[in-house]
């Protein structure tokens, strides 16, 4: 499954998004509660496998347990974001 989120200008400028892809910046950490956590779950998601070594690291879990973790904290983000949505209508 792959999963894809558009991220705006605003929220992840060019110029870092160049610096990431080219090495430059090596790390990134995202500190958060609720839904602060579940985004930097999806982001650790989305920036591969150093990120998400990490996250095992940081939990003390295999590599398979941190990312069915993260798949399952990004899954519940966005059915609560999906039900809010429903909700406003």
């Known amino acids: ?9 605003l929220t992840l400028p060019t110029s870092v998004r160049e610096r ?6 090596g790390r990134v950490m995202v500190i958060g509660q609720g839904t602060a956590a579940a985004a930097g779950a999806s982001l650790a998601l989305a920036l591969g496998d150093q990120a998400v070594a990490d996250y095992a690291h940081n939990h003390q879990l295999s590599l398979e347990e ?24």
């Open 66 to 89: 941190a990312r069915r973790q993260l798949r399952e904290i990004s899954e519940l983000a966005r059915r609560r974001q999906k039900a809010e949505r429903a909700r406003k209508k």
């Open 1 to 9: 499954m792959q999963i894809e989120t558009p991220i705006g200008e």
């Open 20 to 25: 990431i892809a080219d090495g430059s910046i």
